[in-house]
DNA sequence: CTTCTACTTTAGACTGATTATAAACTGATA
DNA sequence: TATCAGTTTATAATCAGTCTAAAGTAGAAG
């Protein structure tokens, strides 16, 4: 995907394509895999693998746009701070409660049978499996 | 269960028997049902129905005492802030991402099937559901 | 090309949950 | 009763995330 591709995608869905918002759409969806990461990381990778310095308030901006626009997915862990996701299918994690990696489960790969019927006048949005895991004692 | 009580499983424990650890296991253990909480929330519910002025700094270290004990569990969620839960038992959730409340869903309830083997050299150690419900729109 | 304006970016102030500190207090033990 | 490690507490510190208001910019219009 080329630079054209993501002015013309951000304008697409109504987000002018600024020099940041470009140069993290490169960061984000330039790339061979998925991949999670936090607002910190991208700010510093950004900086380093960019040349890029974008303030952390544009970061939050735009990842919340983008989170919006349904490009990135924001996830909660027992961490005091949310983790975005460029692997935005429906999937779930294991997450290593100790070093706060998250690894994807294709969400086929899981089955879940028996699911309640949500309380009167709620309905399901969404579900999350998270599988947390740590490393073998020893 | 009366006061004796707590001070019997606290000592058994390793705790010392204080007067705000006394009055907090009142507060979660002494009801008819399990509930989810906030650490503000027993804060003000411990001076409001127990009279009992506790330091948020206490209410945290017994909290977090209290989990390392296995007496509640923690929980956390797309919120800024973390649950509490008296329900020990290993179970799952119904999550109003707008209304921010809980509501318990048996572990025998939601059947899981085909987890896949976490990654070389970890185990698992918990499996969390949350299932995202908001209130049907009109 | 120049002007205009709404949308963006930004530094820095602010918030709110949680943790750290260090002094005062207290349960257990002798 | 004296002693002391464990506890409580007020308060400061931390840190992710949000807010603000001023400066910058993309896009439209002339
Ligand atoms: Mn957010
Ligand atoms: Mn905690
Ligand atoms: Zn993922
Ligand atoms: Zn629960």
Do not use: W
Request: charge should be positive; glycine fraction near 2%.
């Amino acid at each position: 995907m080329k630079n054209q591709d993501f002015i013309n995608k951000l304008r697409n869905s109504g987000l002018r394509p600024t020099k940041q918002r470009i140069k993290i759409c490169e960061a984000l969806f330039n790339t061979e895999k998925t991949f999670h990461f936090t607002v910190n990381d991208l700010a510093k990778m950004m900086q380093k693998n960019f040349n890029e310095k974008i303030s952390l308030a544009t970061v939050y901006n735009t990842l919340h746009a983008f989170k919006k626009k349904g490009y990135v997915k924001e996830i909660s862990l027992g961490n005091d701070k949310s983790y975005f996701d460029t692997n935005i299918s429906s999937h779930h994690h294991f997450y290593d409660t100790k070093t706060n990696e998250l690894i994807d489960i294709d969400s086929s790969k899981i089955e879940l049978k028996n699911i309640p019927n949500p309380p009167k006048g709620k309905s399901i949005k969404e579900i999350d499996v998270v599988i947390n895991v740590e490393n073998d004692s020893q």
